[in-house]
């Protein structure tokens, strides 16, 4: 079994910065692609923030210049870095990895985290 962890949320003020971790563990052999998704109350899960494999990154509008979507893979570790929160990044923000188990071969598993609470206040 494989499993990923977020850690970091928490309360701040608008303007502040917090770092939200996703930490894979179980039986990884690797993680592939990499998503942090949002959730505000009453609305979807939407995409922030996205880490391929190779590296390459594609951030929702409003997170852009704000945001940023980091991997450490001997950590087994993805990082999103937020500064200059507003309000409206309030929500429960989700960690989303294609991880591929020990004994699936080339096959990735679909892993969702239970999520973080962030809360900024005006």
């Known amino acids: 079994q494989v499993y990923v962890l977020e850690r970091g949320g928490g309360l701040v003020q608008t303007g502040g910065s917090l770092r939200l971790s996703c930490y894979a563990y179980?039986?990884?052999?690797?993680?592939?692609?990499v998503t942090w998704y949002r959730q505000a109350p009453g609305k979807q899960r939407d995409s922030i923030a996205r880490?391929?494999?190779?590296?390459?990154?594609t951030y929702e509008e409003s997170a852009k210049g704000r945001f940023a979507i980091s991997r450490n893979n001997t950590k087994n570790t993805i990082y999103l870095e937020m500064n200059n929160l507003k309000p409206e990044d309030t929500g429960r923000y989700y960690c989303?990895?294609?991880?591929?188990?020990?004994?699936?071969?080339?096959?990735?598993?679909?892993?969702w985290g239970q999520g973080v609470q962030v809360t900024v206040s005006s």
């Open positions: 989303n990895a294609k991880i591929v188990p020990r004994g699936w071969g080339q096959i990735s598993k679909d892993v």
């Open positions: 880490m391929s494999s190779s590296g390459d990154t």
């Open positions: 179980g039986e990884v052999v690797s993680i592939g692609d």
